[in-house]
């Protein structure tokens, strides 16, 4: 387990920016992805976005594309997701969490592929 430890979230009006981080305690495998995930009450855990800890490939939830941006400083073994062109929609508890080892690009958005999560951050956006 490595201990995930998100911050940055708040509130902000539709339009606005923020940039969440999530600071991991352990060890990363190349091979696992770490990702965003983001939920509101009485609905699923969603994936927003997803990177693998040793480079390549970027993933974004389609709602999310061209309007967040995800990224990693593998020095710090720090995950960020900057979020540009907020609105009310994106409003929710954000995530961060690390996947079981050899992450499947295809899949990056199942919760279930992911191990460790944080506590959470709340963005509100509001209209």
């Known amino acids: 387990q490595v201990p995930l430890v998100e911050s940055g979230g708040g509130s902000v009006q539709t339009g606005g920016s923020l940039r969440l981080s999530c600071r991991a305690s352990g060890y990363l495998w190349k091979d696992n992805c770490m990702g965003w995930f983001r939920q509101v009450p009485g609905k699923e855990r969603e994936g927003v976005a997803a990177?693998?800890?040793?480079?390549?490939?970027?993933y974004y939830a389609d709602s999310v594309k061209g309007r967040f941006t995800i990224s990693q400083d593998v020095a710090k073994n720090t995950l960020y997701l900057q979020m540009n062109t907020l609105k009310p929609e994106d409003t929710a508890m954000y995530y961060c969490?690390?996947?079981?080892?050899?992450?499947?690009?295809?899949?990056?958005?199942?919760?279930?592929?992911?191990?460790?999560w944080g506590q959470g951050t709340q963005v509100t956006v509001s209209s």
């Open positions: 990177v693998y800890v040793g480079g390549g490939s970027n």
């Open positions: 969490a690390v996947s079981f080892p050899f992450c499947a690009g295809g899949t990056w958005y199942r919760y279930d592929n992911y191990r460790t």
